[in-house]
């Protein structure tokens, strides 16, 4: 449909609105007959927990204000939610309370004046009622019971039963409580709700320089962001370069570095330097905007126990009512005299006919949880997911871009076509690869770009994408096939090429075809993510079974568990995505199974799995619409935290339920054993519904300082430094004392993972920057990080933590050592004689090294030698083309 602009109108609207009387379940039942009742509305939404309702309607048929205007005929002030701003206006008691407090308090001068005793606690219903009676009425006129219609009756019954105080008593504590807990509620459920507000409500034109609201920004505005101000729209760099702090979107506690072309997200701060930004999305529609209605949503994919607990209250009430009516009769019938207790038992059991603190149990904790991981860059997309993980026995790990960095490097290119140039290859492969999400397709782009080789997407025809092998495409005429080596079946060719040495190695070799005939090869290498290893060790600790499926070959697969120190328990290789998805369902029938992935190949496995883990930030869309859960960062320790707040969540609803179910018993108990109070029902069930609110609350406090082993071996003495010293650390981690167990704690620091983002590294010796990948991707070291200094992980070598000595020490060698023959010159790798130690007798580790441009120049295997070269003393590592000893 068109207005009279020529644009299209959208028919159907989500309105989120912010219902303040949706004080618990009961009236779920009044919402819905409210809502049902309203032409125009297609669906809806009732989330208890937040006070929320989420309407989608015809915005042709019934507006925003009407829905209100509907809501609140029945006194459940409901007013519509604008963008980065909850609506929440109970921020004192009402004046109707505190007079209610007064009256009540009055009433002790009965000793001084005998009528005080009945009129004030009179006075105090009458004041405080009324919204009660209110919503009680509106309850009965759509045929459904709440605790406002059991509060009246039980008042009612109070002061036919001449219990005036005990009256007073209870309108006043329920109004009171119910404010407490709507403040309790409040504060459990804000934690997501800052994530909005923080977002500017003015931004600033960077062409102009005016200011105007956040809401009337559109797409591909360009605005100006200053150092230290908050990022106001999701949005890419066109100029400027800064460090954004990301910590209250993905959880990261490093700055992240930005520069042209570099994605920036809304509510992430410039720390310094100016930047103009071309936004992507609208207020609306932003990152930060959707993972808060993510969060809210989730709550109606409802979890199995909340499911099992929603039908139990179902028929709870009812059958309570039932009850309390035939207890009332029974003196009635049986003529009993002492009809007075009778009836004040059946009052007490009405009382608590209201199931609110059972039904809270669930949904306020698992709330608290799904907020708490939020914040940690981790986005359930229902509660279900969240009760799932907690049960979860086994993890499927995909590894590029998953486990490892999927930042590839290529370490070799040749072409097999004698009539074809390496740089026309270049340029066909780094064309079509450009219509390729895959990371290895970025490393062959940016190959042929330091080669000066500009890809042409444009000139590319008939793009086929082949998950778990490759892609094909036509240019210029020519049939291109790129791929792992199963792509050589699509290609029609029987006889694929080998590299060499790559696969000892654990490099990725990639093959492209012309046609039918092999044309080129290549390797490519890629490095474990910081902190792979100890999540993996993490999980294992907590009992759960880590498996790795990838596509790539099983010399690739075992490279990463050496790098990883034997941390997977099982590894499947050279898989196909329906590969991926058979292999899960063979380990679901070991045990709940979770997978996580980052891309188009993961999709099916991460369908199939009981709980799916996408990759956020760099997956692929697919993986992320596909996953259950998704993690916002790159960060693979956030999953073992997540399973620690699953299972934290789970017991948290259990401790709920039984503090519910005990005392509604023990009410009920105490009133048949000669003790029955009106009042104490009151108080039980409203102080009930605040101790699970509180209980839940737990879930957000902050962690108090663990605390860190002296000795790696024994637990009993402890330190709140982490990490006391660098022997400890390289044995097997500094460990967190728990009352069961230690737990990995402290990691050694990669700087090459967080530093050098704009792809410069610092040479010493002649103060230069140069390209991060003119030797290797693993000796990333920014200057700002790195003062001389470097520090690398034990996949990177065999030194945990290393400080260099300075260039002068020579240190002998007392072991031989596997010593490549690569060299490097103006930054090209070729071939040189390996260099002989021979016993090692007079030879120092730094003339095993000579000076860049040398034309015997000898590097050790990934650029650093190994503990055995120097008896575990010393090994060498390279800067900038210089030589230096480093000792741990």
């Given at each position: 449909?068109?207005?009279?602009?020529?644009?299209?109108?959208?028919?159907?609207?989500?309105?989120?609105?912010?219902?303040?009387?949706?004080?618990?379940?009961?009236?779920?039942s009044l919402?819905?007959?409210?809502?049902?009742?309203?032409?125009?509305?297609?669906?809806?939404?009732?989330?208890?927990?937040?006070?929320?309702?989420?309407?989608?309607?015809?915005?042709?048929?019934?507006?925003?204000?009407q829905?209100?205007?509907a809501?609140?005929?029945?006194?459940?002030?409901?007013?519509?939610?604008?963008?980065?701003?909850?609506?929440?206006?109970?921020?004192?008691?009402?004046?109707?309370?505190?007079?209610?407090?007064?009256?009540?308090?009055?009433?002790?001068?009965?000793?001084?004046?005998?009528?005080f005793?009945?009129?004030?606690?009179?006075?105090?219903?009458?004041?405080?009622?009324?919204?009660?009676?209110?919503?009680?009425?509106?309850?009965?006129?759509?045929?459904s019971?709440?605790i406002?219609?059991?509060?009246?009756?039980?008042?009612?019954?109070?002061i036919?039963?001449?219990?005036?105080?005990?009256?007073?008593?209870?309108?006043?504590?329920?109004?009171?409580?119910?404010?407490?807990?709507?403040r309790?509620?409040?504060?459990?459920?804000?934690s997501?709700?800052?994530?909005?507000?923080?977002?500017p409500?003015?931004?600033?034109?960077?062409d102009?320089?005016e200011?105007?609201?956040?809401?009337?920004?559109?797409?591909?505005?360009?605005?100006?962001?200053?150092?230290g101000?908050?990022?106001?729209?999701?949005?890419v760099?066109?100029?400027?370069?800064?460090?954004?702090?990301?910590k209250?979107?993905t959880?990261?506690?490093?700055?992240v570095?930005?520069?042209?072309?570099?994605?920036?997200?809304?509510?992430?701060?410039?720390?310094n330097?100016?930047?103009?930004?071309?936004?992507?999305?609208?207020?609306?529609?932003?990152v930060?905007?959707?993972?808060?209605?993510?969060?809210?949503?989730?709550?109606?994919?409802?979890?199995?126990?909340?499911?099992?607990?929603?039908k139990?209250?179902?028929?709870?009430?009812?059958?309570?009512?039932?009850?309390?009516?035939?207890?009332?009769?029974?003196?009635?019938?049986?003529?009993?005299?002492?009809?007075?207790?009778?009836?004040?038992?059946?009052?007490?059991?009405?009382?608590?006919?209201?199931?609110?603190?059972?039904?809270?149990?669930?949904?306020?904790?698992?709330?608290?949880?799904?907020?708490?991981?939020?914040?940690?860059?981790l986005?359930?997309?229902?509660?279900?997911?969240?009760?799932a993980?907690?049960?979860?026995?086994?993890?499927?790990?995909?590894?590029?871009?998953?486990?490892?960095?999927?930042?590839?490097?290529?370490?070799?290119?040749?072409?097999?076509?004698?009539?074809?140039?390496?740089?026309?290859?270049?340029?066909?492969?780094?064309?079509?690869?450009?219509?390729?999400s895959?990371?290895?397709?970025?490393a062959?782009?940016?190959?042929a770009?330091?080669?000066?080789?500009?890809?042409?997407?444009?000139?590319?025809?008939?793009?086929?994408?082949f998950?778990?092998?490759?892609?094909?495409?036509e240019?210029?005429?020519n049939?291109?096939?790129?791929?792992?080596?199963?792509?050589?079946?699509?290609?029609?060719?029987?006889?694929?090429?080998?590299?060499?040495?790559?696969?000892?190695?654990?490099?990725?070799?990639?093959y492209?075809?012309?046609?039918?005939?092999?044309?080129?090869?290549?390797?490519?290498?890629?490095?474990?993510?910081?902190?792979?290893?100890?999540?993996?060790?993490?999980?294992?600790?907590?009992?759960?079974?880590?498996?790795?499926?990838?596509?790539?070959?099983?010399?690739?697969?075992?490279?990463?568990?050496?790098?990883?120190?034997?941390?997977?328990?099982?590894?499947?290789?050279?898989?196909?995505?329906?590969?991926?998805?058979?292999?899960?369902?063979?380990?679901?029938?070991?045990?709940?199974t979770?997978?996580i992935?980052?891309?188009?190949?993961d999709?099916?496995?991460?369908?199939?799995?009981?709980?799916?883990?996408?990759?956020?930030?760099s997956?692929?869309?697919?993986?992320?619409?596909?996953?259950?859960?998704?993690?916002?960062?790159?960060?693979?320790?956030?999953?073992p935290?997540?399973?620690?707040?699953?299972?934290?969540v789970?017991?948290?609803?259990?401790?709920?339920?039984?503090?519910?179910?005990?005392?509604?018993?023990?009410?009920?108990?105490l009133?048949?054993?000669?003790?029955?109070?009106?009042?104490?029902?009151?108080?039980?069930?409203?102080?009930?519904?605040?101790?699970?609110?509180?209980?839940?609350?737990l879930?957000?406090?902050?962690?108090?300082?663990?605390?860190?082993?002296?000795?790696?071996?024994?637990?009993?003495?402890?330190?709140?430094?982490?990490?006391?010293?660098?022997?400890?650390?390289?044995?097997?981690?500094?460990?967190?004392?728990?009352?069961?167990?230690?737990?990995?704690?402290?990691?050694?620091?990669?700087?090459?993972?967080?530093?050098?983002?704009?792809?410069?590294?610092?040479?010493?010796?002649?103060?230069?920057?140069?390209?991060?990948?003119l030797?290797?991707?693993?000796?990333?070291?920014?200057?700002?990080?790195?003062?001389?200094?470097?520090?690398h992980?034990?996949?990177?070598g065999?030194h945990?933590?290393?400080?260099?000595?300075?260039?002068?020490?020579?240190?002998?060698?007392?072991?031989?050592?596997?010593?490549?023959?690569?060299?490097?010159?103006?930054?090209?790798?070729?071939?040189?004689?390996r260099?002989d130690?021979?016993?090692?007798?007079t030879?120092?580790?730094?003339?095993?090294?000579?000076?860049l441009?040398?034309?015997?120049?000898i590097i050790?295997?990934?650029h650093?030698?190994?503990?055995?070269?120097?008896?575990?003393?010393?090994?060498?590592?390279?800067?900038?083309?210089?030589?230096?000893?480093?000792?741990e």
């Amino acid at each position: 449909m068109e207005g009279r602009d020529g644009k299209e109108v959208q028919k159907f609207q989500k309105s989120y609105f912010d219902v303040l009387g949706l004080c618990c379940s009961s009236e779920v039942s009044l919402v819905e007959n409210l809502l049902k009742s309203l032409d125009g509305v297609k669906d809806f939404s009732i989330i208890v927990t937040t006070k929320t309702v989420i309407v989608v309607h015809d915005n042709l048929l019934i507006s925003q204000l009407q829905i209100v205007k509907a809501l609140n005929k029945a006194r459940l002030e409901a007013n519509v939610r604008e963008y980065g701003v909850k609506n929440y206006q109970n921020k004192w008691p009402s004046p109707y309370v505190v007079v209610c407090g007064a009256l009540l308090l009055l009433s002790f001068l009965k000793y001084v004046y005998r009528p005080f005793g009945w009129l004030a606690p009179l006075g105090a219903v009458a004041v405080g009622i009324g919204p009660i009676v209110l919503r009680a009425v509106a309850a009965l006129l759509n045929l459904s019971i709440d605790i406002n219609m059991l509060v009246v009756i039980a008042v009612a019954g109070s002061i036919a039963l001449k219990d005036y105080w005990e009256s007073g008593t209870i309108v006043f504590l329920f109004t009171i409580a119910k404010w407490l807990e709507s403040r309790a509620s409040h504060k459990a459920t804000a934690s997501m709700s800052l994530l909005v507000n923080v977002v500017p409500l003015r931004v600033v034109l960077a062409d102009t320089g005016e200011e105007i609201n956040v809401d009337e920004v559109e797409l591909n505005t360009i605005l100006a962001v200053k150092a230290g101000e908050i990022i106001p729209l999701d949005g890419v760099v066109v100029q400027g370069n800064c460090d954004v702090d990301e910590k209250i979107l993905t959880g990261e506690s490093f700055p992240v570095s930005k520069q042209k072309d570099s994605i920036v997200w809304a509510s992430t701060i410039n720390l310094n330097g100016y930047i103009s930004i071309k936004t992507t999305a609208v207020a609306q529609d932003c990152v930060v905007a959707r993972m808060a209605k993510l969060v809210e949503e989730a709550q109606n994919n409802k979890s199995k126990i909340q499911r099992f607990i929603d039908k139990i209250a179902k028929y709870y009430t009812p059958v309570i009512v039932a009850i309390s009516s035939t207890l009332a009769l029974v003196p009635v019938v049986s003529k009993i005299h002492n009809k007075t207790e009778w009836y004040r038992l059946a009052l007490i059991v009405l009382v608590s006919g209201c199931p609110c603190a059972l039904v809270l149990s669930t949904p306020i904790a698992m709330l608290c949880g799904l907020s708490k991981a939020a914040k940690l860059g981790l986005l359930f997309k229902g509660e279900e997911y969240l009760e799932a993980l907690a049960k979860i026995k086994i993890m499927a790990f995909d590894k590029t871009g998953t486990i490892t960095r999927g930042e590839f490097v290529v370490t070799d290119f040749k072409s097999l076509l004698d009539d074809v140039s390496l740089n026309t290859l270049l340029y066909w492969v780094s064309s079509i690869e450009s219509k390729s999400s895959h990371p290895m397709a970025t490393a062959l782009i940016d190959f042929a770009r330091a080669r000066l080789i500009e890809a042409k997407p444009d000139k590319v025809e008939k793009i086929e994408n082949f998950p778990g092998e490759g892609i094909r495409g036509e240019i210029e005429g020519n049939e291109i096939y790129v791929g792992n080596r199963k792509i050589s079946s699509r290609a029609g060719c029987t006889a694929v090429p080998m590299l060499q040495g790559d696969s000892r190695e654990g490099k990725s070799v990639g093959y492209i075809f012309l046609g039918s005939s092999p044309a080129g090869i290549f390797s490519l290498s890629d490095v474990c993510r910081t902190g792979s290893k100890e999540a993996l060790n993490e999980l294992t600790l907590m009992g759960i079974k880590t498996v790795m499926l990838t596509g790539d070959s099983y010399a690739a697969a075992n490279y990463a568990q050496d790098q990883l120190g034997g941390a997977l328990d099982v590894i499947h290789a050279e898989l196909l995505p329906e590969d991926k998805a058979r292999i899960i369902k063979e380990l679901q029938k070991k045990g709940p199974t979770a997978m996580i992935g980052d891309g188009v190949n993961d999709a099916p496995a991460l369908a199939t799995a009981n709980i799916g883990i996408s990759m956020g930030v760099s997956g692929s869309a697919l993986a992320t619409e596909t996953g259950h859960v998704v993690l916002m960062s790159n960060d693979i320790s956030r999953i073992p935290k997540a399973a620690r707040i699953s299972r934290e969540v789970l017991r948290k609803v259990i401790q709920n339920a039984v503090i519910a179910i005990t005392t509604k018993a023990a009410i009920l108990v105490l009133a048949i054993a000669g003790h029955p109070s009106v009042l104490a029902a009151v108080l039980a069930d409203v102080g009930t519904c605040l101790l699970v609110i509180f209980n839940s609350m737990l879930l957000l406090a902050k962690p108090r300082q663990g605390k860190t082993c002296k000795n790696t071996n024994d637990c009993s003495s402890c330190t709140n430094k982490p990490c006391p010293n660098i022997e400890s650390q390289n044995k097997c981690e500094a460990q967190t004392c728990s009352s069961k167990k230690c737990v990995p704690r402290c990691r050694s620091t990669d700087l090459s993972s967080r530093s050098c983002e704009n792809k410069k590294r610092y040479n010493f010796a002649e103060n230069e920057e140069l390209l991060c990948n003119l030797l290797n991707e693993e000796e990333v070291i920014d200057h700002q990080c790195c003062d001389k200094v470097a520090q690398h992980l034990e996949s990177q070598g065999m030194h945990n933590q290393s400080a260099h000595l300075s260039r002068g020490d020579e240190n002998k060698c007392a072991n031989s050592a596997p010593i490549t023959n690569n060299y490097i010159t103006d930054g090209g790798i070729n071939k040189a004689k390996r260099y002989d130690h021979g016993n090692h007798s007079t030879t120092t580790c730094k003339s095993a090294l000579k000076s860049l441009g040398s034309d015997d120049y000898i590097i050790p295997e990934n650029h650093y030698l190994k503990k055995e070269c120097c008896d575990g003393q010393y090994g060498c590592t390279l800067t900038g083309g210089l030589s230096e000893i480093v000792t741990e």
